[in-house]
């Protein structure tokens, strides 16, 4: 429901090549930064009877998106978060605080066992007009994509979104711009 601004979240990571150190070397709570027109490759299909979001790690941030909108709009649906860590979670108190809550479970790899994510009972379990929706890592999302087209599932009913660019070119010259 907010449109008067943007949360962005980034993991200063250790490794930065510039990017995750100037967001946190550089830009301030409140700064103005010019951006593109937004695009969504990634749309809900709010037809969908109900959904199941998949986060890895970083892949929360469109998927927290969808599940505060499906909550608002009184949607049937449950998140599963696969982060490596508690402490490595991100947007674990807003999620905490949230109304819709008791329809996420987190899965940390370094948890208990009986918390990681079985991932061949959750798909097999799919309801009939239930929409899944993957975001994170690569491994993550061929890992849930390949077990659901074993399960069955729809082609139209997977929805996933990569951060890394797909780009095929053939051959063909190309023009970047940055």
Known sequence: TETHRYLIAVLRDAASRGGSAAM???????DALTISTPKNHFALAHEAASHLLLAGGIGITPLLCMA????????????HYCTR???RTAFVERIARSAFAPRVQFHHDDGALDQRLDIAA???????????YVCGPNGFMDFVTHAAQRLGWAEDTVHLERFGAEVNTDGAPFTVVA
Do not use: C, P
């Open 85 to 87: 860590s508690r402490s």
């Open 24 to 30: 946190h070397d550089a830009v301030k709570e409140g």
């Open 122 to 132: 959750l798909l097999a379990n799919g309801a009939s007009g239930q929409h899944l």
């Open 68 to 79: 505060e909108r499906l909550a608002n709009v009184g949607a049937a649906f449950e998140m």
